[in-house]
Every structure is written in structure tokens, then in C-alpha cells.
């Protein structure tokens, strides 16, 4: 049974758990990807210019297409523009890697709740108390508590 | 049309807000309160079915096409590191 949660949690998906879950090879990236138009119900996914590029740079151009119908389909929510100079600055002095610096100021930008990653570096090093950063297989677990 | 008569059971308090739908006029009693929750509900659902169907169709379709390339073939980390490169080539393109 799916747990209640308040309507309209904001949730930053990164490329990472987009490019697995479009594979299907990994087990959770793979559930949660897959069951995105029922886990909306609960929660807004959203995602950014810098992520939406990071699945383009590393998926054939002949299968673009397809991913704009799945962000045109209106499920996970895309944000075109560019992070304010002075919130990612933040997340760069935090000693944050080139770019996750971009995906951790969008998460806050966006007033979101949860990241979700698989990148072990932001799980591992990035202490913030605006939103909980977590794996799918986490993600899932919290929200099929 | 056919009409079939059934009985319910319904928690006490659910059956006394409906009555006061009634009351106020919303619907002219408690057969018609039922038929149109049900047509709603139903409408609902069917909608919810079928955009279920639509996602989860297109994202096996992706799944299938990218089944055939390259990147379906590497590990975890490989594709970690190559998610990695594209993070800092597009930063730098925006941000640097």
C-alpha cells in the first residue's frame, strides 16, 4: 500500500536515475522510472537544463526524440532556465563536483524535498538541510513505508 | 435503461454527509448522489488507465530502442564516469 503523502512533494530526479531507469538494467532506477505516472500522484518530478542535456550528451540522437515525448508527456516537470549565479556559488563552496553544484542549487531553487541520485558523491558528501539527497532504491523504500 | 436495485453498507457518518448534500440540494436523493460518484469515479479511472498505459508503453518502447546501443552494454560505473564528462563539458558550456 502506498503511503499518504501531502500532495505536491517537489522531487529533482538526476540524469543518472533517468539514464538507468531508461535502460531498465538497474533494478530500482528501473521501478522508479517506470512507475513515474503513479507515483505523481504524490509527488512533482522535476528537472533541469543541465540534466535534461546530460541524457541527451549520452543517449543516441536517433532515440531524442522519443525522450522529448516522455518530458512533453508532462509527468516530470522541465525547467529551462539557468541557476542564479549567487545560489550556485553556494553549492560550489560546499567543495561540490563541476556541475552537481547546478543539480543541488536546482533542488533548492525548486524548494524540493528529495534529490534522487545515484551519484555516490553527492550522496556521500553533500550535507544540506534543504532537501534530503537519497538513491532510488531509498526513495522507494521511504515512499512504500 | 435497465435499472437494478442493490443494497449498501456505509459507515454512518459517509451516509450522513451525503444526506446533507441531498439537503442542500445537490442532488435530488440518494440513488441520484450514487449514480453520478460512480460516473465520476468510473471517468476518472479509465482516464488514469489509460494514461498509465501511454507512459508505461513509451518508456518500454525507449527501453527497447536503447536495448540495441552501446551504452546498454556498459556497467554502472562506466556509465557513472560518461554521465560524469557530460556533467562538466555542459557546465562549462553554461556556467564557466
Redesign the interface.
Known sequence: MMKIMPKEIIVVLD??EL????????QYPKIL??N???LKLNCSFRIN??IV??VL????NY?HG??F??ID?G?IKYDSK??DKNL?NKYSNLKL????N?IAAYAESVKAKTLIS??RHFLKELKTRKFKIVNAEQFLKDILK | MEFKKVNITLPAQLLEKSRQLIDRGLYSNFSDLVRSSLRREIKEDKELLT??N???N??E???E???K?E??KLS?AE??K???R???????E??A
Open positions: 540524469s543518472n539514464i538507468f531507469g531508461l535502460i531498465g538494467k538497474e522510472i517506470g513515474l505516472n503513479k537544463r543541465q542535456k546530460e550528451d549520452n543517449i543516441p532515440h522519443k525522450f515525448r516522455l508527456y509527468i539557468i541557476i550556485l563536483k563541476k556541475g552537481d547546478v545515484e551519484n | 494514461e498509465n501511454e507512459w508505461t513509451l518508456v518502447s525507449i527501453r530502442d536503447l536495448k546501443t551504452l546498454a554502472e556509465i557513472l560518461r554521465i560524469r557530460s556533467r562538466e563539458k555542459i557546465y562549462d553554461d556556467y
